[in-house]
């Protein structure tokens, strides 16, 4: 059950990034309820649309942590998010102890303890010392590397950016309320751009929260360059990938534009935003472009025709900003309360007795297309080969305890990979299988030019038929693999079917 707050001044990125881990919850079979204020038509049309249940509280309880607590505590859930700073310690507590697993997710520490199974905040600046008093079984899933991202912004794994030389298309986000109404301000702002910017294609997304549509609509009308409005966005990661710069508000969204790698000009709408927009622009990954409370015209004029015009700027900008995002992170929270974490990297040559070991198990032998015993000579020559051929990509996966659970294998072509995995025995039939094929393929289609992950299984390994359409992967027919009838499974990597 995820209780988030939500409305005008409180925007709705809680809500959004809550959103993004119940989605992950629920393509590994799970299924959320929302708790939410009622009267924000958008997002709950969006709630129910994804095919979450939703209930409302009336809006003089909505700004009310305690009636949260109470919906929470007569639905009796095994698991509760709370995302919000009006939940503090003694909500988490009192949760808690009724039995109730508490994840909270927060940004600064604005609680003055944290009784709860699991924190996670997703920020640059985060840090352990934030949350000294966590209890001792207490888990923090810290930084950038958790993330939450929405299903729209996955398909763009693998997708490049291109930086063309001068910036011509403009996105502009500045949340799902802009209570201060910056967007009004910004758009005023591009009469200040030199007559050269008269080329620009602006598209305005006002929030479903959005008060300011009327004087919006006056400030398209005035602007000199061409302005789409639109009214709340469902693929707002369509629109990333669309503009060349974007002008947005530095919450949650700041993320997404990192993950798609959009140079972009960071206003702090709230003040719980000024250490993402300060974090992100020393790593370079982003233009802090300080309050809208404190905007300056010119200052900020200037700084988007720096933008515009410095393609090198925006390359390095991109390119700091992606690294930042990997897109695994609504992934890794889903694993972390499922005490799945998971951790991949590449294969070493001290691997090799390992994979011996897994690759001699009777059951890997019986699903192998060649199931005949193996000697070491064999194996430790097939390695090798392996190890040192650049179409070859292998990955270990390791738990939280840095303990081996398996390897995944992919065998590239063109653009295709045939990917074989191999859970070791102490971690099948617990959904470690699903972990490592899921985040292995998210993180090859990241780093190669692959559209395509295909996998062969034996019709009678149900096992392995039940794991890769737990993953996402599709039946695709049948081949013949030495010899054998093998079904055919495949992963479509998106990315080729967007344009840049």
Same mark, same amino acid.
């Given at each position: ?87 503090? %310690? ?61 299903? %729209? ?65 006056? *400030? ?64 370079? #990954? ?144 617990? #959904? ?30 149900? *096992? ?37």
């Amino acid at each position: 059950m995820v209780c988030a707050e939500c409305g005008v001044h409180v925007g709705t990125g809680h809500v959004m990034r809550c959103l993004a881990l119940a989605q992950a919850w629920k393509r590994a079979g799970g299924s959320a309820t929302f708790v939410l204020p009622e009267g924000l038509v958008g997002i709950e049309e969006r709630i129910r649309a994804e095919g979450f249940l939703l209930r409302t509280l009336p809006k003089e309880w909505g700004s009310a942590p305690k009636f949260f607590v109470h919906t929470v505590l007569r639905a009796a859930p095994p698991i509760a998010v709370l995302d919000g700073y009006s939940f503090g %310690e003694d909500e988490q507590t009192e949760l808690t102890s009724a039995g109730i697993q508490v994840l909270t997710v927060d940004d600064y520490g604005h609680a003055t303890g944290y009784p709860v199974r699991w924190v996670l905040n997703q920020n640059v600046y985060t840090a352990p010392e934030m949350y000294a008093s966590l209890k001792r079984d207490s888990t923090l899933l810290l930084g950038p590397a958790y993330a939450l991202l929405r299903d %729209e912004f996955l398909t763009w794994i693998g997708w490049k950016r291109s930086i063309p030389d001068r910036a011509r298309k403009i996105l502009v986000t500045i949340g799902g309320s802009d209570s201060d109404n910056a967007s009004e301000q910004i758009l005023d702002n591009l009469a200040l751009l030199d007559h050269s910017n008269r080329e620009l294609e602006v598209i305005l997304v006002a929030g479903s929260g959005n008060p300011h549509l009327q004087s919006l609509q006056r *400030a398209l009308e005035r602007c000199p360059v061409s302005v789409r409005m639109q009214r709340g966005a469902h693929d707002m990661a369509a629109l990333m990938a669309w503009a060349d710069v974007a002008i947005a508000g530095a919450g949650v969204t700041s993320y997404e534009l990192c993950y798609m790698g959009l140079p972009s000009i960071l206003l702090i709408v709230a003040e719980n935003q000024r250490r993402i927009a300060e974090g992100l622009s020393q790593l370079g #990954g982003a233009v802090n472009a300080g309050t809208t409370r404190e905007y300056r015209r010119d200052v900020f004029a200037n700084e988007l025709q720096r933008l515009i015009d410095d393609s090198e700027r925006r390359q390095t900008m991109s390119r700091r900003a992606r690294d930042l995002i990997d897109g695994m992170g609504s992934e890794r929270v889903r694993a972390a309360l499922l005490d799945r974490g998971l951790k991949l990297r590449p294969a070493h040559e001290s691997d090799c007795e390992l994979l011996f070991e897994w690759a001699q198990d009777r059951e890997a032998r019986t699903a192998s297309f060649h199931p005949a015993p193996i000697s070491w000579e064999d194996h430790g020559c097939w390695f090798r080969e392996r190890l040192h051929d650049p179409h070859s990509v292998i990955y270990i996966g390791e738990n939280a305890d840095d303990v081996p659970a398996g390897v995944v294998r992919f065998q590239l072509e063109n653009d295709s990979a045939v990917l074989s995995v191999n859970v070791a025995a102490r971690f099948r039939g617990k #959904g470690w299988g699903r972990e490592l094929v899921s985040f292995a393929t998210n993180y090859l289609c990241r780093a190669r030019s692959v559209g395509r992950v295909k996998a062969f299984v034996k019709p009678e390994n149900q *096992a392995s038929v039940r794991l890769f359409e737990a993953s996402g992967f599709r039946r695709a027919g049948t081949e013949s693999v030495a010899g054998q009838v093998a079904l055919l499974f495949t992963w479509e990597c998106k990315n080729r079917t967007h344009a840049s």
